[in-house]
T-cell receptor
């Protein structure tokens, strides 16, 4: 079983709609959860981090964490073509600082 | 403020040759990480420096890989001898805090390595 599971996509969403990205993780010791955005040929860029159960909002982005279900999601409201990218779900441990990445979900926003 | 920089951006070498990748972290960042993404796989952790010390090298695949960070500034990752399966994108990241989970890691643009 992979440590982080994501649907590889592509996920196609019309412009202006809500894009919903989901991720599950296997290690209950995980303490920190991240969403990175990666454009083709570029480096990963952190867009959201979340540490506690519940929702965390930042502009058009909302991260949701449910530790009991080992589930984290990312909602993108009012999707824009510039949101088209690969979204990487990742987590970290409290006792170490390495980040464990999922393989990513390709998101395509169609005009 | 300059971001994380990596050199070279691309490298094409033959099997058995040696390649050295360089990473310059953001100024003042004590933590430096190496990751790599091989074709079709997820980004995987290789190792973590705190200043010049190796904090965690659990992700290093084998003894053909040698990482150094003399003086606690830039880091090099040498692959000797390179094998075909070493092809991929090697990312460096740095962070400011003491290596606690949750700190933001800033990634460099990566070095694309192709071993023929």
């Amino acid at each position: 079983q992979k440590e982080v599971e994501q649907n590889s996509g592509p996920l196609s969403v019309p412009e202006g709609a809500i894009a919903s990205l989901n991720c599950t993780y296997s290690d209950r010791v995980s303490q920190s959860f991240f969403w990175y955005r990666q454009y083709s040929g570029k480096s990963p860029e952190l867009i959201m981090s979340i540490y506690s159960n519940g929702d965390k909002e930042d502009g058009r982005f909302t991260a949701q964490l449910n530790k009991a279900s080992q589930y984290v999601s990312l909602l993108i409201r009012d999707s824009q073509p510039s949101d088209s990218a690969t979204y990487l779900c990742a987590f970290g441990y409290s006792s170490a600082s390495k980040i464990i990445f999922g393989s990513g979900t390709r998101l395509s926003i169609r005009p | 403020e300059a971001g994380v920089t990596q050199f070279p951006s691309h490298s094409v070498i033959e099997k058995g040759q040696t390649v050295t990748l360089r990473c310059d972290p953001i100024s003042g960042h004590d933590n430096l990480y190496w990751y790599r993404r091989v074709m079709g796989k997820e980004i995987k952790f290789l190792l973590h420096f705190v200043k010049e010390s190796k904090q965690d090298e659990s992700g290093m695949p084998n003894n053909r890989f040698l990482a150094e960070r003399t003086g606690g500034t830039y880091s090099t990752l040498k692959v000797q001898p390179a094998e075909l399966e070493d092809s991929g994108v090697y990312f460096c990241a740095s962070s400011h805090m003491r290596g606690l989970a949750g700190e933001t890691q800033y990634f460099g643009p990566g070095t694309r390595l192709l071993v023929l």
